[in-house]
């Protein structure tokens, strides 16, 4: 039971580029969440979804797309790469009430 | 806004003390209040969760009181360890976004001196 896995560790992008940070979870959760965190902050809510085929915004959307195809994975596509989307991005994934976060990706977009 | 922060960004203590992070929400209708633990490198880790109908929870060496009528929300560490020494967010949510969306706090650093 590996929990909450998360590739890559680590990601260097020129502002334009695209890229999918992946999300994967062998719990059997439906809930499944994306969350950014910058220097200092608190973790904000980019995406969620509540299972399959269903996805929904949270507080920070802009930028940023996802999809649920299956129940495991939860990838979060970036289009074109900001400086402003420099951030670490975790995601979530959680029975009714408890969270599990992944280790995280650092994201620097230059 | 609806929000939910903490007093203090930091919070220094000797080891053995007992430790107080402090939490103030202002939605109302939040039911659900969670306490992590985030260390360096890491994600964030479960520590207590408390519901709306307690006003105190306990685990082991952590105590989680909330008062309602003030909207905070407190996390008490007993006999505070060196290794407990991170970064303490709490994390409110509402039924209808159960397991799902949590709207954060900033975050107390805790340091632990031996």
């Known amino acids: 039971n590996a929990g909450v896995t998360q590739t890559p560790k680590f990601q260097v992008l020129k502002t334009g580029q695209s890229m999918t940070l992946q999300c994967a979870q062998d719990m059997n959760h439906e809930y499944m969440s994306w969350y950014r965190q910058d220097p200092g902050m608190g973790l904000r809510l980019i995406h969620y979804s509540v299972g399959a085929g269903i996805t929904d915004q949270g507080e920070v959307p802009n930028g940023y797309n996802v999809s649920r195809s299956t129940t495991e994975d939860f990838p979060l596509r970036l289009l074109s790469a900001a400086p402003s989307q420099t951030s670490v991005y975790f995601c979530a994934s959680s029975s009714i009430y408890e969270q599990y976060f992944g280790p995280g990706t650092r994201l620097t977009v230059t | 806004g609806e929000s939910v922060g903490l007093h203090l960004p930091t919070l220094s203590v000797q080891e053995g003390d007992n430790s107080i992070i402090n939490c103030a929400y202002s939605?109302?209708?939040?039911?659900?209040f969670i306490w992590y633990k985030q260390e360096s490198g890491k994600g964030p880790q479960f520590i207590i969760d408390?519901?709306?109908?307690?006003d105190k929870r306990q685990g082991q060496r952590v105590t989680v009181l909330l008062n309602k009528t003030v909207k905070h929300l407190s996390l008490q560490i007993a006999a505070t360890q060196p290794g407990d020494s991170a970064v303490y967010f709490c994390?409110?949510?509402?039924?209808?976004?159960?397991?799902?969306?949590?709207?954060f706090g900033k975050g107390t650093t805790l340091s632990v001196s031996s």
């Open positions: 994390a409110e949510t509402r039924a209808n976004q159960a397991g799902t969306a949590l709207i």
């Open positions: 939605n109302s209708a939040s039911d659900y």
């Open positions: 408390i519901r709306s109908n307690m």
